[in-house]
């Protein structure tokens, strides 16, 4: 990766390390065991990372048509799961052979009946569960309490082209694996003798995704093993839908030093690019995690800031660094997902970065 960084014509630059995310998959599916694994596109839907993941996983979430369109597009004929809430008309048309449609209310459902085709789905329940510690809570919108899960079952079962398979409950993110685990029982515990009695053979379960991706100690891995160990003891037919804890490791935002400043004793490095390619720290509210590729020394307090005109660009504030000039290169890793796609890219104006594969 430092290689590749270095020699870089222009910065700023993403650059996705294929290989190692190959092999991130590869161990998290030998982990899981039998639990089925569908990636969540919305953590970053780059074509050469679908490509790469795809021969190691069940299929893709999408969660708008836009998505689903440039699925079908990257792998053609890869399962792909429709989630997501305001549903339209045409989206739920554009999903006509989606393996699996998320209802997230009955009036989505309302909508796939008067399309008049076959479809296979789940119900998106938002189940009144405690999560403690989660970064994010799915409740609000999301999904629906008992009473429209119950007419929603009442709904399909009165329409043959309907199949209800199971239940789909996402509900909290940034979660460790006992944690998860806790949550996906209590969700079986409510959702199997629920659609046992609502007529849905070989009841099935999509406990979605959240697994926590610790961004102060990168090492740190979700413990797939325990998931898909714990998982296994549920009598359910299984999927998950990670994203972030998947594609987070593999992806660098590769910048250069345009300024060095200090003002009234706080230093401050302005870098080429900024926010508006890498969001990920304004809206987890962490400093993001960075190798300085070119400089070495004694290290001091700075903080990492973009070009842009608002106070808000930063990227790690007062985090130690070696002395810097403008021509160093800073790297900041863990920028594989809800990095680039999550940010605003036209604010201001400024150039859009390349995107490279370490291959
Ligand atoms: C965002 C989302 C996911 C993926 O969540 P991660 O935190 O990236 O693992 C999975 N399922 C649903 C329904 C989502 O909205």
Redesign the pocket.
Same mark, same amino acid.
Not at 208 to 211: A, I, L, R, S, V
Not at 241 to 245: D, Q, T, V
């Given at each position: 990766m430092n290689e590749l960084a270095l020699s870089l014509d222009a910065y700023p630059a993403y650059i996705y390390d294929l290989p190692g995310l190959e092999n991130h998959i590869k161990a998290i599916r030998t982990a899981l065991g039998g639990t089925e694994l569908f990636y969540?596109a919305? /953590?970053n839907p780059d074509a050469e990372i679908l490509r790469t993941l795809a021969p190691h996983v069940d299929g893709i979430?999408v969660?708008s048509g836009g998505e689903l369109t440039h699925v079908r597009e990257t792998l053609p004929g890869k399962p792909v799961a429709f989630?997501?809430p305001g549903k339209t008309p045409e989206e739920l048309r554009l999903a006509h052979n989606a393996t699996r449609i998320h209802v997230e209310s009955p009036t989505e459902l309302a909508r796939l009946v008067a399309l008049g085709r076959s479809a296979e789905i789940l119900l998106r329940a938002n189940l009144p569960l405690k999560t403690p510690n989660a970064a994010l809570t799915m409740s609000g919108p999301f999904g629906m309490d008992e009473d429209a899960l119950n007419e929603c079952a009442r709904l399909i079962a009165g329409n043959p082209r309907l199949t209800l398979r199971g239940v789909h409950a996402?509900l909290a993110?940034g979660l460790d694996a006992p944690t998860m685990l806790d949550l996906a029982h209590r969700i079986a515990e409510w959702a199997i003798p629920w659609l046992n009695t609502r007529g849905a053979e070989e009841p099935e379960l999509n406990v979605?995704?959240?697994?926590a991706v610790d961004y102060a100690s990168p090492e740190a891995l979700f413990d797939w093993h325990a998931y898909g160990t714990g998982l296994a003891s549920i009598p359910a037919r299984i999927r998950i839908?990670?994203?972030? /804890?998947i594609t987070a490791y593999h992806g660098w935002y590769v910048t250069d030093v345009l300024d060095v400043k200090t003002i009234r004793g706080e230093t401050y490095v302005i870098l080429r690019g900024g926010t508006h390619h890498l969001r990920t720290p304004v809206t987890k509210g962490h400093d993001q995690p960075f190798e300085v590729l070119t400089a070495t020394g004694s290290e001091s307090p700075a903080t990492l800031v973009g070009q842009l005109c608002t106070p808000k660009d930063v990227f790690a504030r007062d985090v130690l660094v070696p002395p810097l000039t403008p021509g160093d290169v800073v790297a900041f890793t863990m920028a594989g /997902?809800y990095a680039w796609n999550i940010s605003h890219h036209d604010f201001l104006m400024h150039p859009k970065p390349a995107f490279h594969y370490l291959r």
């Open positions: 969540a919305k /953590a979430e969660s989630g997501g996402h993110s979605g995704g959240g697994m839908e990670p994203g972030r /804890a /997902a």
